[in-house]
Structures are given as C-alpha cells and as structure tokens.
C-alpha cells in the first residue's frame, strides 16, 4: 500500500533554513506526480509545490524564490529545500501524491519559524 513519511521539520529561526524528507513506498514513485502542502492552524490546507514525474515543478506564490522541491526516484524521495523562512510560514507540512482513484498523504511534519 502507499505510505508516504515526512522527515525534517523542527524549529528555525526566521530567515533561516529547513529541508523536509518524504519517503515514499507502495508504488512506482518515478511515474507519480509528488507534491508538498502545509496547514496552519485555523487555517485550510494550501498547496505549497508540486514536481511533476519529468520533474517540473510548481511553486505557490508565497514560497516562490524561497523553497525548492526536487526529487530522487533512486531514493523514492521528495524534498522540500526551505530559505528565508518567515514566522507565516509556520505549519504542519504534508507529502502527497495522488491516483486516478486516491489522494494520498503523509502524517505529516511541524515546521514552526520563530526566534
């Protein structure tokens, strides 16, 4: 079955940096489309990039030129590099995949920026 097991997250200083793991198992991650989300509290789940199988990526404007999603299909692995981080961008992250059936997410990993 799918499992997806996020990695990474703690506490950082703003203006500091921070890079999330998701290990991923169950299918064939070098054909699926990988994607990070975040969830504040209160507030509802964004969509915060995507990395398509071929390895474009799509960065939601409030992370644009500060994160970068990559991945490794010898690893099964997506990442999310975080730079400049800000106290809004504290929130608990998600790795997420999906198929033509189901939507598929991590337990997910707390990020908080503060000093």
């Known amino acids: 079955q799918v499992q997806l097991v996020e990695y990474g997250g703690g506490l950082v200083q703003p203006g500091g940096s921070l890079r999330l793991s998701c290990q991923a198992s169950?299918?064939?991650?070098?054909?699926?489309?990988m994607g990070w989300y975040r969830q504040a509290p209160e507030k509802e789940r964004e969509l915060v990039a995507l990395i398509g199988s071929g390895g474009s990526t799509y960065y939601a404007d409030s992370v644009k030129g500060r994160f970068t999603i990559s991945r490794d299909n010898a690893k099964n692995t997506v990442y999310l590099q975080m730079k400049s981080v800000k106290p809004e961008d504290t929130a608990a992250y998600y790795c997420?995949?999906?198929?033509?059936?189901?939507?598929?997410w991590g337990q997910g990993t707390q990020v908080t920026v503060s000093s």
């Open positions: 997420n995949t999906q198929d033509s059936t189901t939507i598929y």
């Open positions: 169950g299918f064939t991650f070098s054909t699926y489309t």
